[in-house]
């Protein structure tokens, strides 16, 4: 039952992401043509700092209020009690954020003389608020995830067309993500009251500080992990400007797209693994070792295959403009392989075994050194290559880092070829 749970929540979250992959497959190489390097580069600045509140705003709970409710998936009430102490937060969260840009825009003169753009995209900060993929993925229901993104990426495209022709229509582009997002927070939050019976109830302030306290170190780790994952695009724009922007982003996105095929298969097993560990540790580390197998060779195999396709093909996507791109999507391949490793030794052993704290100060200690580094590096040469070379030191580092902190637990006999399956239950 539980297996065939865990490969429809897959095929639900891997039909999301197959939107995630061909829906851009349409509208970015248009965006990238119609818009150009600058506007679009202009566009995705935006975008980045908008991600920076949506970080805020989701603080945790995408990793703590899924793994509580999917322990106490039977528990009705206490279900109740965990989505509006969650919400609540972020509520509050969302307007303290929207205060704070308002705040940047009145102060900051380059800010100030963009300020629409700011304000309509702010309604993607709004959407992820009510868009609660934490209950879904906690109950293990995704193919209401599948629902609601596709939704609102069939929405985004067909708008996109109808609105955007040149240019001068760049400011439909943050209008139509937040309509997009908008929609799936509308869609969902009736299905989580009506369908799932999700009525309101009132929460406490223990209730709240419980969900603060729960999420705060994940909130550290997914703060640290973002920040230096979306500033690169933020501090190419402002060291290099937003025609390098683009560049850097649409490279970007093509390796995000790539990564989407793993990232599926980890967030459909993260609830399993969850429950599978409070059953039986020894089936759990099992479970682990497999999906560990499985998802390093297709990242070994899709390394391999970008950098074995010819670059012409790339422009199919991109645009023949866009050759600095090509470059920066092989060279950002290699994150896909990290990427992997740092989720199967954080996402899916560090905080099922409840070592969250750990988690998050193996990014914490190296995204405070790549705030330093990066900026420093862009101020004294201005090459973005140099720029992606110290994000894939970083992510290699947080790998050693946690391979050494669970080797320092006892839990080392994992990664040996000759697992023995007696002695490794005594050191757990």
């Not at 829906?23 to 600058?38: M, V």
């Not at 790339?314 to 060279?331: P, R, T």
Request: hydrophobic fraction near 50%.
């Amino acid at each position: 039952m539980l297996k065939n749970k865990v490969i429809e929540n897959y095929i639900s979250l891997l039909l999301i992401q197959g939107a995630n992959f061909l829906l851009p497959l349409i509208t970015l190489p248009y965006l990238l043509k119609t818009l150009g390097a600058e506007k679009y580069g202009n566009v995705v600045f935006v975008a980045t700092i908008i991600q920076y509140f949506i970080l805020i705003t989701e603080y945790g709970f995408n990793l703590s209020a899924t793994r509580q409710i999917a322990i106490l998936k039977d528990n009705k009430m206490k279900i109740r009690k965990i989505f509006y102490s969650v919400i609540v937060i972020k509520i509050i969260f969302m307007l303290l954020s929207f205060l704070l840009l308002c705040s940047l825009i009145y102060l900051i003169p380059t800010l100030n003389h963009q300020w629409k753009i700011y304000l309509l995209s702010y309604g993607m900060v709004v959407g992820s608020v009510f868009f609660p993929i934490w209950l879904f993925q906690g109950i293990e229901r995704m193919k209401y995830i599948t629902i609601f993104h596709f939704s609102s990426k069939l929405c985004f495209t067909i708008l996109l067309f109808v609105l955007v022709h040149n240019s001068k229509d760049y400011l439909y582009v943050p209008l139509i993500n937040s309509i997009g997002a908008l929609l799936t927070a509308a869609l969902s939050m009736y299905v989580c009251i009506f369908k799932f019976d999700i009525k309101f109830i009132k929460v406490s302030k223990k209730d709240l500080l419980d969900q603060l306290h729960s999420g705060f170190h994940l909130f550290i780790s997914a703060a640290s992990y973002q920040i230096y994952n979306i500033s690169n695009t933020f501090f190419i724009g402002i060291f290099l400007g937003n025609t390098w922007a683009g560049y850097y982003n649409a490279g970007e996105k093509v390796i995000t797209m790539a990564k989407q095929f793993l990232y599926t298969l980890f967030q459909a097993y993260y609830p399993h693994l969850v429950k599978t560990y409070s059953v039986d540790k020894l089936l759990y580390f099992g479970k682990w070792k497999k999906l560990s197998f499985f998802s390093v060779g297709i990242s070994i195999i899709g390394i391999i295959v970008i950098n074995l396709v010819p670059d012409n093909w790339y422009y199919i996507v991109l645009s023949s403009n866009f050759n600095e791109s090509v470059l920066i999507l092989k060279f950002l391949s290699i994150s896909i392989l990290l990427s992997t490793l740092m989720n199967l030794l954080g996402n899916q052993m560090m905080i099922v075994l409840g070592f969250s704290k750990a988690f998050s100060t193996s990014y914490l200690y190296f995204v405070l050194i790549y705030l330093i580094v990066a900026p420093s590096i862009l101020t004294f040469n201005n090459n973005a290559y140099l720029l992606i070379a110290v994000q894939l030191c970083l992510e290699f580092f947080i790998v050693l880092y946690r391979l050494l902190f669970l080797k320092k637990k006892n839990l080392g006999l994992l990664f040996k070829t000759d697992f023995n399956q007696s002695k490794f239950k005594k050191s757990i």
